[in-house]
């Protein structure tokens, strides 16, 4: 298994992290993938990933939640620091209109920002949408006509909107929420490949059922495999195995 996305820089795990590690090992874990959200996850995730080179993979990015006034000086930031070390992707980045609209344009603006970032570079991006489907959709795929690759980040849409990201040569991230008693999620990706599928975490949210409600961990990602192996109709192994090279793939692991 390959979580594509954990944020185990956070506090949370900051107590026990070398313990927290070799239990996700036991449970085959194989690599942690870690986004940035702002400038303070940044220097934590570095000095994370430096320890523990080997098996964390940082990305850089700047979430679409923290975008404020002062958003230009943060990327100018996060861009002089492009080249300072090898990044797994761009991220965490995107769009998010749920609690607060007053950033719109300035989220959009840093968006695009990002997505050159990773054209420049021929890094992935992990994209975050939360109530901006079709903005956040729209500008994708001006950039995936140009060769951008990358993820969408704890999918939970329509099946008509897992269509649209599959059909602009991006994966599709599948987390706890899968799990959901009310989700519908399953059903939405029946007649999409599992060749589009990465597992994810989210952590320390979006625990599956039945850890709902504790701190995520990335050895979980085991009752999202039984999820999709019920979607897919073939063994957990095989949904292992095959999305655990899409994700060596995208990220070229």
């Not at 997505?115 to 949408?129: F, G, K």
């Not at 599948?174 to 999620?185: M, R």
């Not at 039945?210 to 979980?220: A, I, L, Q, T």
Request: net charge negative; with cysteine; proline share 3%.
């Amino acid at each position: 298994m390959i979580d594509t996305h954990a944020h185990i820089d956070d506090e949370q795990y900051s107590e026990n992290i070398a313990e927290y590690i070799k239990e996700q090992q036991a449970c085959g874990v194989e690599k942690i993938l870690i986004p940035c959200v702002d400038l303070l996850s940044l220097r934590r995730l570095s000095s994370l990933c430096d320890e523990y080179s080997d098996y964390l993979l940082p990305a850089i990015g700047l979430h679409p939640e923290e975008v404020r006034e002062d958003y230009m000086s943060v990327l100018d930031e996060m861009e002089s620091l492009l080249d300072s070390r090898k990044w797994v992707g761009i991220g965490e980045i995107g769009l998010d209109y749920h609690f607060d609209k007053t950033y719109v344009l300035e989220q959009q603006l840093a968006f695009r920002r990002q997505l050159d970032w990773a054209l420049s570079r021929d890094l992935p991006v992990m994209v975050h949408n939360r109530d901006a489907t079709e903005d956040c959709l729209s500008i994708l795929e001006e950039y995936t006509s140009r060769g951008l690759s990358g993820v969408m980040h704890c999918f939970s849409g329509s099946h008509e909107t897992a269509e649209r990201v599959v059909d602009m040569g991006m994966y599709l991230g599948i987390g706890g929420v899968i799990t959901f008693k009310n989700c519908k999620l399953s059903e939405h990706l029946r007649g999409i490949g599992i060749e589009h599928i990465l597992t994810e975490t989210d952590s320390p949210y979006m625990s599956p059922v039945p850890h709902r409600g504790k701190r995520n961990e990335s050895r979980w990602m085991s009752y999202v495999i039984s999820e999709l192996s019920k979607v897919y109709g073939i063994s957990e192994d095989e949904v292992d195995r095959i999305t655990t090279t899409n994700a060596k793939r995208l990220f070229r692991l």
